[in-house]
T-cell receptor, first 115, second 113 residues
Framework: EAQVTQNPRYLITVTGKKLTVTCSQN?????MSWYRQDPGLGLRQIYY???????DKGDVPEGYKVSRKEKRNFPLILESPSPNQTSLYFC??????????????FGPGTRLLVL | AQSVTQPDIHITVSEGASLELRCNYS??????LFWYVQSPGQGLQLLLK??????LVQGIKGFEAEFKRSQSSFNLRKPSVHWSDAAEYFC???????????FGTGTRLLVSP
């Protein structure tokens, strides 16, 4: 089954304790992206990756890091989480076709609470 | 800069009644347009998308959307709502063609018996 998986689905942590949220897709997609969803703000892009070893900032990258060492994985790293990073996080992936806008597939979400 | 406006935060519709969710965008050219649905506790599922061509787009679950260039709108419609349609709906645009989606703030649909 084609899917995007995220782990963990729920996480409670404390300020300053490094954490990683994993994202994996089994569709051989080149493009992957992280979003955060906050009430009244919709989804905002954090980082994206066009392919292995190619990443770039989205609209709200502060406080986050990413890496893309393998095509299927795109982990989101919070080096020193703060309470304002409490949010619902989504990973998405899609293929990239020249001149074609491909559909993005979303993972189930990771709900993070930073105390 | 691109922006997407969904003016209705909440909408309540009776089961069986018709539905229209509004979406307006701000962008210099015609962007790629999308509607996603998010059921409680779930990720986002694509309902439909518009790239070019026929301005009336059919999607899954009986939804359709109409692109109106003159109004910069991409409203989502369904002729008869089912209780299972209760969810949050997001309009999104990509003005770059490079997968960068800008989302609206969402409209939560409630379906009354």
């Amino acid at each position: 089954e084609a899917q995007v998986t995220q782990n963990p689905r729920y996480l409670i942590t404390v300020t300053g304790k490094k954490l990683t949220v994993t994202c994996s897709q089994n569709m051989n997609h080149e493009y992957m992206s992280w979003y955060r969803q906050d009430p009244g703000l919709g989804l905002r892009q954090i980082y994206y990756s066009m392919n292995v070893e190619v990443t770039d900032k989205g609209d709200v990258p502060e406080g986050y890091k990413v890496s893309r060492k393998e095509k299927r994985n795109f982990p989101l790293i919070l080096e020193s989480p703060s309470p304002n990073q409490t949010s619902l996080y989504f990973c998405a992936s899609s293929s990239t076709g020249e001149g074609i806008q491909e559909t993005q597939y979303f993972g189930p979400g990771t709900r993070l609470l930073v105390l | 800069a691109q922006s997407v406006t969904q003016p209705d935060i909440h909408i309540t519709v009776s089961e069986g009644a018709s539905l229209e969710l509004r979406c307006n965008y701000s962008y210099g050219a015609t962007p790629y347009l999308f509607w996603y649905v998010q059921s409680p506790g779930q990720g986002l599922q694509l309902l439909l998308k518009y790239f070019s061509g026929d301005t009336l787009v059919q999607g899954i679950k009986g939804f359709e959307a109409e692109f109106k260039r003159s109004q910069s709108s991409f409203n989502l419609r369904k002729p008869s709502v089912h209780w299972s349609d209760a969810a949050e709906y997001f309009c999104a645009v990509d003005g770059t063609g490079f997968q960068k989606l800008v989302f609206g703030t969402g409209t939560r649909l409630l379906v009354s018996p």
